[in-house]
Nanobody
Framework: QVQLVESGGGLVQAGGSLRLSCAAS????????MGWFRQAPGKERAIVAA?????????????YYTDSVKGRFAISRDNAKNTLYLQMNSLKPEDTAVYYC??????????????WGQGTQVTVSS
């Protein structure tokens, strides 16, 4: 059974940092694109960042950041640990959302992923 389990969310003050992790089990995703999404209250789920596999590299190639997080967030992966990360710095109240990881892109759209985690809450206070 494939599972994606996010962790690392919580409550942080504006300007602070959090590191989200997404541990995958049930299969490896080293050859697949993975991504982070977020859904704020009353809003649609939106992509935050995505990272591809990169041949023999264990770190992948970053293929997308949404404009609002560029320079503040960093996506990375450790294929040996089958884990995806999202380092979030200089957090803002508008970053408050439930953050989801996703794996195995199924189309050219960055929104089409086969596997999804249950989400972790990130709350940024002003």
């Amino acid at each position: 059974q494939v599972q994606l389990v996010e962790s690392g969310g919580g409550l942080v003050q504006a300007g602070g940092s959090l590191r989200l992790s997404c541990a995958a089990s049930g299969r490896t995703f080293s050859s697949n694109t993975m991504g982070w999404f977020r859904q704020a209250p009353g809003k649609e789920r939106a992509i935050v960042a995505a990272i591809s596999s990169s041949g023999s590299s264990s770190s992948g190639s970053i293929i997308y950041y949404t404009d609002s997080v560029k320079g503040r967030f960093a996506i990375s992966r450790d294929n040996a640990k089958n884990t995806l990360y999202l380092q979030m710095n200089s957090l803002k109240p508008e970053d408050t959302a439930v953050y989801y990881c996703a794996a195995v892109r199924t189309s050219t759209s960055l929104y089409d992923f086969k596997y999804w985690g249950q989400g972790t809450q990130v709350t940024v206070s002003s």
